[in-house]
């Protein structure tokens, strides 16, 4: 029996346009388009120990890094249905040097453009822990009716109109955000439909979780370091203790965390002090989902949605996470400067 009751992400998109009377449904069509891709993906996903599809595809992408036969599927499932729909004017991909503009009559006529890490945490496929999508759209600046250009990608943060990440894990969820709020939608497989399961995601302003690669902790600045000691030693007093958690899949610590609270941290280090992140295509849109759903997201000293990005693969140091666990993280980063 299918309970009625939950709405499907395609009834729920339709349902959302109802409130705005004046709006052309594109943002939804795009959104659904997106899902199409996710379950696409999910399903190879799924199969993977059984199909040659584990394992290195034998390149490297722009970042040198190894390149996952999964990572060239996912890519390829999403640039194949943006480019086959008509809600999108071209894509940005972590996977790809520049940009892809899809210059045909109906394309020039979209409104967005969309960025994606098509495969985050592809280092844990061969060892089946969870991984996922991440997206997000932007409005575009240059003038419809014309191929959209480099500068349509490279707004900042603040400027997207949706944001959202998929994860194929024990279950395959997608969440996505707008300015009007978080929602989350589990892959059921009886029908083959994102129904939603998590309405009005809010993120707990406080937490006990903190992520953050505990291998590297020597090459971060003292004031994370600091905070990171603080974390060990939490007891009931302090409001303790904390668990770390790091799974290495920055789409299932980030999830986590949104929905139980706690914060995750990728810092600079002494050699990297960009961090390793993507500010377009990972750090931009976790931090617009999460602050929409009442938490905080800076690179250490502004936040991150404010930054005004220079290149494609542009990297930062990203800490994200429940208000009252980044205020007190911001504390130890401000002494340090002082």
């Not at 979209?110 to 997000?136: A, E, H, M, R």
């Not at 905070?227 to 007891?235: E, G, P, R, S, V």
């Not at 931090?287 to 936040?303: C, D, H, M, S, W």
Request: charged share 25%.
């Amino acid at each position: 029996m299918i309970n009625r009751n939950i709405l499907t992400l395609d009834e729920f998109t339709l349902q959302q346009l109802r409130n705005f009377p004046k709006a052309t449904g594109e943002l939804s069509r795009l959104l659904r388009e997106i899902g199409l891709a996710a379950k696409r993906v999910n399903v190879e996903v799924n199969k993977a120990g059984l199909v040659d599809i584990l394992g290195d595809e034998g390149t490297t992408n722009v970042q040198g890094e190894e390149v996952k036969k999964l990572d060239v599927f996912a890519n390829n499932q999403l640039i194949g249905v943006l480019k086959h729909g008509i809600s999108c004017a071209g894509i940005g991909s972590e996977e790809l040097d520049d940009i892809e503009i899809f210059d045909d009559e109906l394309s020039n006529q979209s409104k967005y453009v969309c960025l994606f890490d098509p495969l985050d945490g592809s280092s844990n496929i061969d060892v089946n822990v969870s991984i996922g999508t991440i997206f997000s759209i932007y409005r575009r600046v240059s003038p419809l009716g014309t191929p959209c250009t480099k500068e349509d990608f490279l707004q900042p943060g603040r400027k997207q109109v949706a944001a959202g990440y998929i994860v194929y894990g024990s279950s395959t969820m997608l969440v996505y955000a707008t300015r009007r709020g978080v929602n989350g939608f589990t892959l059921d497989p009886q029908i083959g439909e994102f129904s939603l399961s998590h309405a009005n995601i809010q993120c707990p302003k406080d937490g006990k979780i903190y992520s953050v690669n505990h291998g590297n902790f020597f090459l971060y600045n003292s004031g994370v370091k600091k905070y990171i000691d603080a974390c060990q030693k939490k007891t009931k007093e302090t409001g303790g203790p904390y668990t770390q958690r790091y799974i290495g899949s920055m789409v299932s610590d980030v999830h986590r965390n949104l929905i139980k609270g706690g914060i995750f941290m990728y810092p600079g280090t002494t050699d990297k002090p960009n961090g390793k992140l993507r500010l377009l295509y990972e750090c931009n849109p976790f931090a617009f989902i999460v602050e929409v759903a009442g938490g905080k997201a800076t690179n250490g000293e502004q936040r991150i949605l404010d930054i005004e990005p220079t290149e494609l693969h542009q990297r930062c140091p990203f800490f994200i996470g429940s208000e009252n666990m980044m205020a007190e993280l911001e504390s130890y980063l401000e002494k340090e400067k002082s």
